[in-house]
């Protein structure tokens, strides 16, 4: 099992830029695939963004944020990283960050194994 934690959210204007960090704790982390979701208030959760555990590191981002947002990763820190720019209002959100088994990565919530508590983000007009 892996212990995932979210940090880095807070309140921003419209167009600035954030980075998310996912810290994990775990045996078998690089092998993991890490997957960005977020979800609004009373709004389900929906996909953000993925990474698979290979070498290659396949990402894969929803429209909405593509071209705005980079998730990465670093191994030996055990720590997924959310680059967000050109924030947006409609990005407002808690953000989860969860690992997948697999290590190929998901837009499916259902996918993942391991989830953290989320961090808020919240972008002001």
């Known amino acids: 099992q892996v212990q995932l934690a979210e940090s880095g959210g807070r309140l921003v204007q419209a167009g600035d830029s954030l980075k998310l960090s996912c810290a994990a704790i775990?045996?078998?982390?690089?092998?993991?695939?890490i997957g960005w979701f977020r979800q609004a208030p009373g709004m389900e959760r929906e996909f953000v963004a993925a990474?698979?555990?290979?070498?290659?590191?396949?990402?894969y981002y929803a429209d909405s944020v593509k071209g705005r947002f980079t998730i990465s990763r670093d191994n030996a820190k055990k720590t997924a990283y959310l680059q967000m720019n050109s924030l947006k209002p409609e990005d407002t959100a808690v953000y989860y960050c969860a690992a997948e088994v697999s290590g190929l990565g998901s837009f499916r919530t259902s996918e993942y194994d391991y989830w953290g508590q989320g961090t808020q983000v919240t972008v002001s007009s």
């Open positions: 990474i698979s555990w290979s070498a290659g590191r396949s990402t």
């Open positions: 775990g045996h078998t982390f690089s092998t993991y695939a």
